[in-house]
Structures are given as structure tokens and as C-alpha cells.
């Protein structure tokens, strides 16, 4: 162990003194691709595709054969968009696995989360018209015929330790995605399969706003991490294709990126907050945690509000239910006043201001508080369902 760790740290120096050269180059790709490129924050290209994460023929966006894709059981929702997730680890290092939290991944890996709905024809030229759907199967390429690429969101892990965060927009030709550290406002049309549609400003985050929903280890500081790799989350079945389908935590053990994963019948699993055949409120505390958590948790942004969304608190009656809102007053929200008085009220979604604020789209209601212009039917008709449900006294 010890010994290894000297390894790590070795070469964890040669890393450092190759990026303080400027760049770092990694060997891998395979196939004629060419290497993936990681930038330190401070040299981080204009275009996306000088890190060579993936190949854009203007037909299909393909990941560069380095990356592994991944999903999660239960993902957050981002006004319906669709993504295509992969992760980066440099050759010979490998992630350290851990039962609960991020995983510590090492210097110079990239989490990589491209953003793109299904096309679908419009009303109006001033917006791009894209398809009200819900993904199921995540792919591991994107077909352009058929979608369009809004953005992709890069997190690097920089000699610092610390990781950092880099929006990329997809230019209207769908060719080349240039970073926006400001964000942008995208006008998209997002249109039903029975023919309505609804217009909304689809925001794309500024590099600061990565913060508020990443911070999620130092109560709101400064310092960023993935959310998503975690075991619970990860611990799932992926269709690699042509490769055969497997369990992700298995996959990545075995090509060698993950050390000290106890096997999967050792590791934890979240709900897919989709599948019925689970408890509301397994599928009820998995959607709130990957939506919610990473601001609503003792170290998350949202810690001082009291209202703690995380796996490990909700549908919990000790210390007290209070804790993840049941007749719980809050904060600092005024909110639409009588008859709403709770977070939760037991029983009665129809009065339970956590339900209200993920019914409404509006600043000062709307939660998340960053990211989300349009409803999520589906989560409201969860939690809806799971607050009607929970058996706990009524509040006084
Ligand atoms: C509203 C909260 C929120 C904001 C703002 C946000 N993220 Fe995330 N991000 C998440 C959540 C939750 C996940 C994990 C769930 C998922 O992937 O569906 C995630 C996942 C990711 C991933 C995949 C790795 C991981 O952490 O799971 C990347 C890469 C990423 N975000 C980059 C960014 C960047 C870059 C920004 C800023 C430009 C940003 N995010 C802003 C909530 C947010
Ligand atoms: C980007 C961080 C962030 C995310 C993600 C987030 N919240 Fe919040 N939330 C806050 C902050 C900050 C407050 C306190 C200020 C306020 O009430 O507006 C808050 C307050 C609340 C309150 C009032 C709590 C109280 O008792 O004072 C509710 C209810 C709530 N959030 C629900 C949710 C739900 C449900 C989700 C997930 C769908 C969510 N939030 C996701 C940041 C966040």
C-alpha cells in the first residue's frame, strides 16, 4: 500500500511537471484517433474539440475510444435535454473507490456531459425545435441527423487537486463547441408528441454557477467535485455495444480505471426513480438525491435552509422527519402563503411547499434554483405521489 502510494505520488510529480510545461498529452485513443489533450484551467482551449474528447464528422458526435461512457441510475433533469456522459482517466492511473461520495478520481481526468434533445419541427425560426421526451438508454455516440448538441460541460481534475469547470456551447452548424465561461441563453421550442409546444430560454450555466450545485464538500466554498460517480449511482447495467452489456462498477474494474471495488454484490445501489416496481420511497429518495442533494446536505449550499434532500436522510424518522421537510417551516421562503405552510405536510401534496417549488418554474420559486425553466411532469407526479403516501402523522 505504502509503496503504491509512492508510485501515485511519483507520478503525480511528472504530471504536475508536464502540465506546468503547458500542456499534458496522453497516450490511448486507439483506432487512428487521435490522443486526448488535458488543460490546466488556465490554458483551456476556445473550442471543444482541441481536447479530443470526441469526433464530430457532422454526422455523428462519437467519443474518442479513451473515454468510457457511463449513466446513472437516476440522473437529474435539465428541462428534458438528453446527455451523453463519459469519463477520462489518464493511462495507468486509476480511480479509488469509495462506498459512499465521489469517487477520488486521479490528476488529470476529465468528466465529460454533452447536452442535445431530439430534433422536431417548430412553429418558429427565432428557436430550435426539439422534442419533449425522456431519454431512457443513454447511447455512446449522438446521431446529428436526428438531434441537436446544445452544450457539454467539462470537469478536470488540475495538478491543484481541485477540479474545474468549463461550459462549451455547440455553434449553430453543429460542428464546433466554444467555451462560454458566461453561459448563454439558448431559445428552444420544446414540442410534444401530441403537438403542443412551449417556449422557454434554456440556460446554459456561467463557469461560477458550476459552484452552487458542485460545492458539495465544503458547505458551499469554493472547492467543486463530480456528483454523479458515486456507487450508488453508477451501479447499473450499460449497453457498451458492440461490446457486451455490463454492470459499469464491473466494467470499470476491469479495464483497469477503478481500484478496490469489493464486487457488486459489496456495493451500494440507487433506484431508477422511473421504475415502478420500487418503493415511492426508494424512487422518491433517488430522485431527490441526485436533483436536490448536492445543494440540499450538510456541506451542500442549501445546508443553512435545514432542508436535507440526501440518500441517507430522507424517508428517515430518526433524528426526526423534520429534516427532510415533513411539517417543517421554512427559512427563508415566504412563499404563496395560506394554505401552504409546510415543506412536506404528510399526506398532502397539494399543500407541501416542496412540491410547489418543483410545480413552478419562476425566480424565487423555482427549485433547483439555477438551470431549470421548464417542469418536470414526471418527478412532480413522483414526489406528488410519495408525499400523498407517506404514512407519518399530520402536522399540528
Ligand atoms: C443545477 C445544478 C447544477 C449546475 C448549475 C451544474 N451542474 Fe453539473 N451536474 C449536476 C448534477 C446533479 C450532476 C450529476 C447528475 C447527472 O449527471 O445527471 C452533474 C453532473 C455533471 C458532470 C458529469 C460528472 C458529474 O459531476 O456527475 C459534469 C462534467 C458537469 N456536471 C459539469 C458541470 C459544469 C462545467 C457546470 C457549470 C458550467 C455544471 N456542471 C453546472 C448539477 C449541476
Ligand atoms: C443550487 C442549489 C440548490 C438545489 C440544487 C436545490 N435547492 Fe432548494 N434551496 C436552495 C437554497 C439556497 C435555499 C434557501 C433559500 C430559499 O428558500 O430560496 C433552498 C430552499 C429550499 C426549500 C425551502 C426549505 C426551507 O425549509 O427553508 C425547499 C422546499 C427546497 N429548497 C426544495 C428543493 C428541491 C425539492 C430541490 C430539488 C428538486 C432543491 N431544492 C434543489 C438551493 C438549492
Known amino acids: ?175 464546433e463547441a466554444t467555451l462560454k465561461v458566461g453561459g448563454k441563453d439558448v431559445k428552444l421550442e420544446l414540442t410534444s408528441a401530441n403537438g403542443t409546444s412551449e417556449k422557454f430560454m434554456y440556460a446554459v450555466p456561467n463557469a461560477q454557477a458550476c459552484q452552487q450545485c458542485h460545492s458539495t464538500q465544503t458547505a458551499g466554498g469554493a472547492g467543486i467535485l463530480p456528483i454523479g460517480p458515486k456507487a450508488r449511482n453508477l451501479n447499473k447495467t450499460y449497453a457498451y455495444g458492440p461490446e457486451p452489456a455490463q454492470n459499469q462498477l464491473v466494467h470499470w474494474a476491469d479495464s483497469q480505471i477503478l481500484a478496490g471495488f469489493p464486487g457488486v454484490a459489496g456495493a451500494p445501489v440507487n433506484a431508477d426513480w422511473r421504475d415502478t416496481t420500487q418503493s415511492l420511497d426508494a424512487r422518491a429518495k433517488a430522485y431527490l438525491d441526485v436533483n436536490c442533494a448536492h445543494c440540499h446536505s450538510p456541506l451542500g449550499a442549501a445546508f443553512q435552509s435545514g432542508l436535507m434532500l440526501d440518500f441517507a436522510t430522507v424517508a428517515t424518522v430518526s433524528p426526526s422527519p423534520v429534516r427532510w421537510g415533513v411539517c417543517k417551516t421554512p427559512l427563508a421562503y415566504g412563499g404563496p402563503g395560506a394554505p401552504y405552510r409546510y415543506d412536506i405536510d404528510a399526506g398532502k401534496p397539494e399543500v407541501s411547499l416542496l412540491l410547489y417549488r418543483l410545480s413552478h418554474y419562476m425566480t424565487g420559486d423555482v427549485m433547483p434554483p439555477i438551470s431549470r425553466k421548464v417542469n418536470h411532469t414526471e418527478g412532480i407526479d413522483l414526489i406528488n405521489a410519495w408525499i400523498r403516501e407517506t404514512a407519518l402523522p399530520a402536522c399540528e
Open 1 to 175: 500500500m505504502l509503496t503504491n502510494l509512492t508510485v501515485m505520488e511519483r507520478m503525480q510529480w511528472i504530471v504536475l511537471a508536464i502540465l506546468a510545461a503547458g500542456i499534458f498529452s496522453a497516450c490511448g485513443g486507439g483506432g487512428g484517433q487521435p490522443e486526448v489533450v488535458v488543460f490546466d484551467q488556465s490554458n483551456a482551449p476556445q473550442k471543444l474539440s482541441d481536447w479530443h474528447f470526441m469526433v464530430n464528422d457532422g454526422k455523428t458526435l462519437t467519443l474518442n475510444a479513451s473515454l468510457v461512457p457511463y449513466d446513472l441510475n437516476s440522473a437529474l433533469f435539465s428541462d428534458y435535454a438528453f446527455k451523453l456522459r463519459a469519463v477520462y482517466v489518464p493511462p495507468g492511473r486509476q480511480i479509488a473507490y469509495k462506498a459512499d461520495g465521489t469517487f477520488d478520481f486521479p490528476v488529470g481526468s476529465a468528466i465529460v456531459k454533452t447536452f442535445y434533445y431530439p430534433k422536431a419541427s417548430g412553429n418558429d425560426a427565432a428557436y430550435v425545435a426539439v422534442a419533449r421526451r425522456s431519454q431512457n438508454e443513454q447511447g455512446s455516440s449522438i446521431d446529428l441527423s436526428a438531434n441537436v448538441l446544445i452544450e457539454t460541460r467539462v470537469l478536470v481534475l488540475q495538478p491543484s487537486g481541485s477540479w474545474s469547470g468549463l461550459p462549451y456551447v455547440w455553434d449553430a452548424d453543429q460542428r
